[in-house]
């Protein structure tokens, strides 16, 4: 037990009619989504987490991806104000799993910041400058994680839906990447593992522990990470929750054991 949990939602009934930017619509199959949806938590819970299932919320298609709705650190909580005004009614029941041990901030209207275009890296926060990411929200961030100690700083993301969608860091200095869509000379000197052409959206992984989580559709991607890591490289089927443009992060949010700022866990903002 690693003391990590992670906050999960099973699919809504609803999931087909989630948000859409760069795919078409298809038809969602709900019983293989809720399938897979327990495979991943089961991969979670295997290395570890304790995973925390939350009721779909049935209004809202995407409630799945709660990765979108709070970011969480060791020192804080930020919640987020999605980009898609029809994700906005998603936060608060995340919100609420995840206040108590440390202190919560918020990013306020007008800024708007999904957690899919939030990439922490030791403690530099890269964020995706992105359809759903705005550059207050990006300043704001910057306002309230300085004085965790952390520096936050944007990155553009071209055409994909998040930053992660993009890019992920399987460790510190090693990340997988789209060089379509992200530019990997933002992130300094670090190794990178560029997707195999054919599979576009293998960049979104998921380091749980000794593990890391990577896409089942890009076998190729990820045995080239499985080379340079000595980590267990675990593919997760997803596909029905890719039919809505997801990936492996987008389904959890990582809490991490609160850590030295625990002791004044009252403290909130809005920014
Ligand atoms: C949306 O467009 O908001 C959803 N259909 C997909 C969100 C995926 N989130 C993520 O990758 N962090």
New binding site residues.
Partial sequence: MTGARAVTREPPSRLAE????YLRATPVDAATAADQHARYRKALADRGLDVIVLPPLDDH??CA?V??VAVCLPECVVICR?G?ES?RGEVDSVAEVLVGDRPVHAIGAPATI????VLVIGDTVYVGRSG?TDDRAISALGRILDDYGYAVTGVAVGAA??L??AVTAVAEDLLVANPDWVDVAAFGARRVVPVAPDEPFGA?TLTVGPAVLVQERAPRTSDAVARLVPLDVVPVEIGEFAK????L??LSIMIPPAGPTASRPETTSIV
Avoid at 18 to 21: A, D, R, V, Y
Avoid at 114 to 117: A, H
């Fill in positions: 989630g948000e859409l930017t298609p995407d991806f990765e979108d999605p898609a994700r999904d957690g899919g275009d759903r839906l998040h992660k969608t979104n809505v443009e997801a990936g992060t987008c």
